[in-house]
């Protein structure tokens, strides 16, 4: 995983990284396997991450189907971001 992947599994580090105080919202991947044999159990995932594991204090989260890395490439994620920049414009 590199650099970026050790830090990821370091508690201290990614506990003193500061929540955003800007307008943002978290998009989760829920097309993870589940169930007897996945390590994941029941939990919603992306294959790499538990919905659980992307929540950060009120920071709203929406589940799309789609695995780790095609998150930000799904449709409904694009359009949700459009969706709100055009909203913050108008305000």
């Not at 449709?75 to 709100?84: G, T």
Request: net charge negative; hydrophobic share 40%.
């Amino acid at each position: 995983m590199g650099e970026m992947g050790q830090l990821l599994a370091n508690d201290q580090f990614m506990n003193a990284l500061p929540v955003p105080d800007v307008p943002c919202k978290i998009y989760a991947g829920i097309s993870g396997w589940q169930g007897k044999y996945s390590p994941f159990g029941l939990k919603a995932n992306d294959y790499i991450l538990t919905v659980e594991e992307t929540t950060l204090n009120n920071i709203p989260l929406e589940t799309v189907t789609a695995v780790h890395t095609f998150i930000m490439n799904h449709k409904a994620v694009a359009e949700d971001i459009v969706k709100l920049t055009r909203s913050l414009q108008l305000q």
